[in-house]
């Protein structure tokens, strides 16, 4: 059906479509530009804030896999969403310990683990059948005092813990860096998640440590360049947030 003859109740923001196709269309020319097989990196979809009708939009248009930030508004919309066969949802918000239940129900991904306490609960409520829960460690990679993240000091050993519990694989790393403007310097600290995943990896054979999440609207490039696998995107998909 053309996009004329589809009928307007259809469509909520007739941009999103767009965007996805935009925004697949940037992944593979900086990958390009990095050298990088084009599609050796994941495009996630960071819904947070914005109405089912946009992410039923994305799903049309070929969009799998879905980050979330608030588990209250993530349940409900999986539960909206329940008929979208193949939709894959990544946790990407602050994980408080009364959350990690529904959480490891309820994800086939986390991103943002930042402590063993919370890796023990998660592995302990994962359900059997479905499979260990992919998860990346957060690290503070810019070393803010109040942002989230294991330090990069402490990222081996609690590497080392997370790596022996049963209901989690460990995949990889994901870090949020400190706002910069300027490409070269984007990719300082991406580089350093990028060395940090390569040593553990060296430690640990035998985990499947695969992943770098790293990269946002507005870093994409510099991400790609140091060997994001999982780039984040929200606003240049879906709009500004309030
Ligand atoms: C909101 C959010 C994003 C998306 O950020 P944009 O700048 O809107 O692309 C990515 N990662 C995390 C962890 C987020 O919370």
């Not at 697949?24 to 900086?30: K, N, S, W």
């Not at 089912?52 to 939009?57: D, I, K, S």
């Not at 813990?161 to 989690?168: D, E, K, N």
């Not at 770098?212 to 998909?237: H, K, P, Q, Y």
């Amino acid at each position: 059906m053309s996009e004329q003859q589809r009928p307007a109740a259809d469509v909520q923001d007739p941009g999103v479509r767009d965007n996805i196709v935009a925004a697949r269309r940037r992944l593979e020319q900086a990958l390009k530009r990095a050298g990088r097989g084009h599609d050796s990196a994941l495009l996630l979809a960071v819904s947070k804030t914005k109405p089912v009708a946009m992410l039923r939009e994305a799903f049309a248009a070929g969009q799998r896999h879905f980050g979330e930030n608030y588990l209250q508004e993530a349940l409900e919309k999986q539960q909206a969403l329940a008929d979208l066969e193949g939709i894959e949802w990544h946790f990407i918000g602050a994980l408080q310990s009364n959350k990690t239940h529904d959480v490891a129900c309820h994800f086939d991904w986390v991103h943002t683990v930042d402590r063993l306490k919370i890796a023990r609960r998660l592995s302990d409520a994962r359900p059997a059948e479905r499979g260990p829960l992919n998860i990346c460690l957060q690290v503070n990679i810019s070393r803010e005092e109040a942002k989230s993240g294991v330090d990069p000091q402490a990222l081996a050993a609690l590497a080392e813990q997370v790596i022996a519990l049963p209901g989690l694989q460990l995949r990889g790393l994901m870090a949020i860096p400190a706002q910069e403007e300027d490409e070269e310097r984007q990719r300082v600290p991406f580089a350093e998640l990028r060395r940090l995943l390569a040593s553990l990896a060296e430690r640990h054979p035998e985990a499947p440590l695969d992943t770098l999440s790293m990269g946002m609207s507005g870093d994409l490039e510099a991400a790609v360049a140091e060997g994001a696998t999982i780039v984040r995107l929200g606003t240049a998909l879906f709009g500004a947030r309030r």
